[in-house]
Every structure is written in structure tokens, then in C-alpha cells.
């Protein structure tokens, strides 16, 4: 079953090519007016258009238990929403967003709810040899989850990028190689200062710069062995 976006305000910023982007990126849509809580694994996009519209999100932030959301912005708010992030904001999209901007957050509020619900990550110290084009990097992993890992680096790729993993787990005597594409980065002194913050629930476990990295070509049986390394640790 696919993931629903759910957008929760008056409705006019949603009827017209943001909508159709959304959708675009595969995703059902609906519009919900009465700001009701949406269904698990669902992704809430709340509009503000004005500052009423912020201010009633703002007081749902501060009560609400965190969970990971975007806005949908036509005024210029970006400072008055960063307190939010705290309260699980993924991101800020308006109406010249491009649809390649929209789509990445879209994916990566998703990707959390998908990692934070039903695939726990855990804490590894982990050796990674990461191949880029000519580039090679022998790193890291800081964290582990069945479908990706975070790579410590001070020289995170681009996200979006491609690369080949390379890694074993602790007590295996095999490797695992998958190629990857990085969803997030982050760089040390531009976003380390936010990320580390502990009263953000979705990062506050990643203290130094480097790179999350989603798996896109192990098997079954491969994601199963990193889940019983998993279940073991916990």
C-alpha cells in the first residue's frame, strides 16, 4: 500500500501545481480542513498562508508529540519556523519550490516515518569502504538500520548521489556490497550546530558531520541478516 499525504488547511494551496507534483511523485492526496490526525505512516503538509495560519501551528508544535511534517509556505516565514524542528518540521516547500526540491523533502519526511516506526537503527562503529566515481573513501558507519546507515565523513557527497558500499557486519565472516544513494548530508559547520541539538527527535543521536545513506541494492536475506544483527544489540 502506497504512503497518503495529507494536507491540512484552507485548501487553496493545495488545488494547484504543488498538488499535482505531489502527486507525481506517487503519492495519494487528500485535504483535510479539520486538522484531524492523520492515519500512521501518513505525511502531514500544513499550510500557513498568513500569520493566524502560523500561529496555530506554532502552539500545535509546542504541545503535540513530535512527528515528522512539512509546510507548505506563501508567506516569507522561515525564521519563525525553525523553533518547529523540534516539533518534527522536515522542511519548508512554496510555490517556486522546484519539483525536484519538493520531491526530496517529500521523500525524506517519509523516509523517516518509514525508519523511525518500522526500522530502528541502532548505534555501530562500523568500517565502510565507499566508492564515488574515481573517488574511494575507508570511513565509518555511526548508525545501522535494515535499509541504510550513516557515514561519518568531514566530505559528505551530494545528496542525491550515487555510490558502492562496501562493509561487514561485527562476528560475520561475509560482506555485503550495495550500491547507495544519499539522502542527506551534513556538513560540519553549517548544520552540525542543528543536528545535534538532543531535543530533536529525529537527529539528535548524530553528533558529527558525514552522510545518510539509503541501500538500494541488497536482497531480502541480506536485510534480514542486518536485522537479527540488530535485534541482538537491542
Known amino acids: 500500500m502506497g504512503h497518503s499525504v495529507v494536507f491540512i488547511g484552507k485548501g487553496d494551496a493545495f488545488t ?33 498562508a498568513d500569520m493566524e495560519d502560523l500561529r496555530r501551528l506554532k502552539e500545535r508544535g509546542a504541545h503535540e508529540q513530535a512527528e515528522p511534517f512539512l509546510v507548505f509556505a506563501s508567506i ?23 519539483a525536484e526540491d519538493a520531491s526530496f523533502l517529500l521523500n525524506k ?6 525508519m523511525l516506526k518500522r526500522n530502528p537503527r541502532v548505534p555501530v562503529n562500523i568500517p565502510v569502504e ?4 574515481p ?24 545528496v542525491n548521489a550515487l555510490c558502492q558500499l562496501k562493509f561487514s557486519l561485527p562476528g560475520s565472516k561475509g560482506q555485503l556490497e550495495t550500491p547507495a544513494r544519499v539522502l542527506y548530508n551534513i556538513a560540519i559547520n553549517k548544520d552540525l550546530n542543528i543536528i545535534a ?18 541501500f538500494t541494492g541488497l536482497s531480502d536475506a541480506e536485510k534480514e541478516e542486518i536485522d537479527g544483527y540488530i535485534k541482538a544489540l537491542e
Open 130 to 133: 565507499l566508492k564515488s566515481g
Open 109 to 114: 519526511a517519509l523516509f523517516y516515518n518509514k
Open 197 to 214: 541539538n538532543p531535543k530533536d527527535p529525529f537527529k539528535r543521536l548524530v553528533s558529527h558531520p558525514g552522510m545518510a545513506v539509503f
Open 76 to 98: 516569507d516565514a522561515l525564521d519563525e519556523l525553525q523553533p518547529l524542528k523540534e516539533a518534527g518540521l522536515m522542511g519548508v516547500v512554496s510555490p517556486s519550490s522546484s
Open 16 to 48: 494547484g501545481d504543488f498538488r499535482k507534483r505531489v502527486e507525481d511523485c506517487g503519492y495519494e492526496v487528500r485535504t483535510d480542513t479539520r486538522d484531524r490526525q492523520a492515519d500512521p505512516g501518513d505525511l502531514r503538509i500544513f499550510e500557513v
Open 135 to 158: 573517488r574511494t573513501m575507508r570511513t565509518n558507519a555511526s548508525h545501522l538500520s535494515r535499509d541504510g546507515m550513516f557515514i561519518v565523513t568531514l566530505s559528505p557527497l551530494p
